[in-house]
């Protein structure tokens, strides 16, 4: 696309946006009585204007069937998270039944760590990419303790080359198959949170199965952000959250896939509970565990409907807007855009004030962009902020800003850009 700096442009292509009716789904925050420009749904998505019915609706279920909610009803809770799985499945690249949605994220990391991290004297490695969000690292150095090894050297992290800012997939492959004969575990993310750097994830898996080792996702930031195709790639698990992307609210559900060659694998342990039991024999409250088929077979507890509710909300829109792939090609075109008027920022002023970390390569990169401030960093930021430009602070010098196709705009991008510009 040639870019144009200039608020014509950006109100032209809103003008000719497919996605534009989208923005009035959601709630958008005021700032001195105008929107606010939010750029923040990597962290936390707005909230769509159904949620409130969605939440009601079970509400007044709960009110006029009370314990029958389970069972009867239009929405019947007992099968209320089957609602979710084909749009669920659409967009992770997944069969219906690869997926389920429960608990949240970094519970589910150590559920699906309990059937896939199964280290012994020979094969203890996880391999991970170096500075993954926090939480990933506490979840893998505890489960490492937990099975009785040390996380310095049983952990692998992989870092940039010197002098480069994200990870290149052949030193990725190297390194796995450096460690290929002690390694049980590629856990990688889909997109950094840091860089917004998007890992090639197929190469990736390939290489770790060569290596005998079981390859797992977290897609925190990836899902609801790129197309992906777990089930072909032939991923052996994956979590994510579903606030940030998918809109579902602060704390909202999780969600997991299991590949289906893993189905009737009873070797594989995990920590069970009467939620994910077969269905059909549930309530016979039998002793001994008998998994229900498929990712559904890994839930623990009771549905929790009222979160279940607010992701309903949020993926009747996805799947009204046509689903992931309709909203990845604006995507592609609402960051472009935002980081040719940033790149315009370092021509205009002559040096480079403010440096995108993220790469530049559409394809390994989502909605997000890192973005170094060079100079008074935490003022530029505050700046935003005065100015009702909403993005988020990572120590010591990145905004995160992160165009949304759902509800955000080329209007939105041009103007936060002008901000930068004169916060400059
Ligand atoms: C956001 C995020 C989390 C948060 O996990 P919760 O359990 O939902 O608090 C974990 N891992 C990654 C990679 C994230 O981006």
Known sequence: MNYQSSLSFAIEQDRNDPLKDFRKRFLIPQHKGEEVIYLCGNSLGLQPVSA???IADQLNNWESLAVEGWFQGNDPWLNYHKQLSASVSKIVGALENEVTVMNSLTVNLHLLMVSFYKPNSKRFKIIME???FPSDQYAMESQVRFHGFDPKEAIVEIFPREGELTLRTEDIILKINEHANELALVMFAGINY???QFFDLEPITLAGHEAGAY???DLAHTAGNVPLKLHDWG???ACWCSYKYMNSGPGGISGIFVH???FENKELDRFAGWWGYREDKRFLMAPGFDAAQGADGWQVSTSPIL???LFKASMAIFDKA???DALRAKSIALTGYMEFLINDINQQQGEELFKIITPANPQERGCQLSVVCKKNAKAIFKYLADNGVIGDWREPDVIRLSPVPLYNTFTDVYKAVQYLATAV
Do not use: R, S
């Open 194 to 196: 840091y860089t917004g």
């Open 322 to 324: 046509g689903g992931i």
């Open 215 to 217: 390859v797992g996702f």
């Open 52 to 54: 409130q019915q969605h």
């Open 130 to 132: 170096g500075g993954a």
């Open 307 to 309: 979160l279940m509710a």
């Open 260 to 262: 289906e060659k893993h």
């Open 235 to 237: 991923a052996d698990f």
